[in-house]
T-cell receptor, first 116, second 115 residues
Framework: GAVVSQHPSRVICKSGTSVKIECRSLDFQATTMFWYRQFPKQSLMLMATSNEGSKATYEQGVEKDKFLINHASLTLSTLTVTSAHPEDSSFYIC????????????FGSGTRLTVV | AQSVTQLGSHVSVSEGALVLLRCNYSSSVPPYLFWYVQYPNQGLQLLLKYTSAATLVKGINGFEAEFKKSETSFHLTKPSAHMSDAAEYFCAVSEIFAGANNLFFGTGTRLTVIP
């Protein structure tokens, strides 16, 4: 089946630095990818929707200058957390929608970001 | 607008007992409904989905769910719980006829299986 590879699985960074998270679709093209954030013991909150070749659409309350999303190809979307702060520590998950299949959502394995 | 309500943030069952995780949805158009399972520090794995075909949907690992339009529900069940079923479960909804629509998730239910 369709697989999304998300890296890194865990990252620890110093406050003020930037971190890039990658999601790659394997063996399929993902025109649309979604980025979610999950706080401990809570649900997934959609941060933004990215479409290949265009600007991402951010949900209300999400700082687009802080969470930079790039979807430059049909198989790769990246989320960069800029000038990270401890409150950005969270679990980030990407999801890709299979082209031509409305219900084909597949999720990455998540990235645990810890900002110290 | 869509929304999902999962009643009970934490459910405990004995091994071998019936599992029932509740999900109610709200949608202005016919919905697509999903159940996902999440193990610690991992992404989400699709258990099953309702796509306007059969109302009783069978998924992986012995789980099934029934779409009841009159009750706006999509409860997840499994006849006999196994220790490996302990995880977080999320119900999600998406609208039919949507374009690149995303999923709306419930708040999740943590299932504990007691030996």
């Amino acid at each position: 089946g369709a697989v999304v590879s998300q890296h890194p699985s865990r990252v620890i960074c110093k406050s003020g630095t930037s971190v890039k998270i990658e999601c790659r679709s394997l063996d399929f093209q993902a025109t649309t990818m979604f980025w979610y954030r999950q706080f401990p013991k809570q649900s997934l909150m959609l941060m933004a929707t990215s479409n290949e070749g265009s600007k991402a659409t951010y949900e209300q309350g999400v700082e687009k200058d802080k969470f930079l999303i790039n979807h430059a190809s049909l198989t790769l979307s990246t989320l960069t957390v800029t000038s990270a702060h401890p409150e950005d520590s969270s679990f980030y998950i990407c999801s890709a929608r299979l082209t031509g299949e409305w219900d084909g959502y597949t999720f990455g394995s998540g990235t645990r970001l810890t900002v110290v | 607008a869509q929304s999902v309500t999962q009643l009970g943030s934490h459910v405990s069952v004995s091994e071998g007992a019936l599992v029932l995780l509740r999900c109610n949805y709200s949608s202005s158009v016919p919905p697509y409904l999903f159940w996902y399972v999440q193990y610690p520090n991992q992404g989400l794995q699709l258990l099953l989905k309702y796509t306007s075909a059969a109302t009783l949907v069978k998924g992986i690992n012995g789980f099934e769910a029934e779409f009841k339009k009159s009750e706006t529900s999509f409860h997840l069940t499994k006849p006999s719980a196994h220790m490996s079923d302990a995880a977080e479960y999320f119900c999600a909804v998406s609208e039919i006829f949507a374009g690149a629509n995303n999923l709306f998730f419930g708040t999740g239910t943590r299932l504990t299986v007691i030996p």
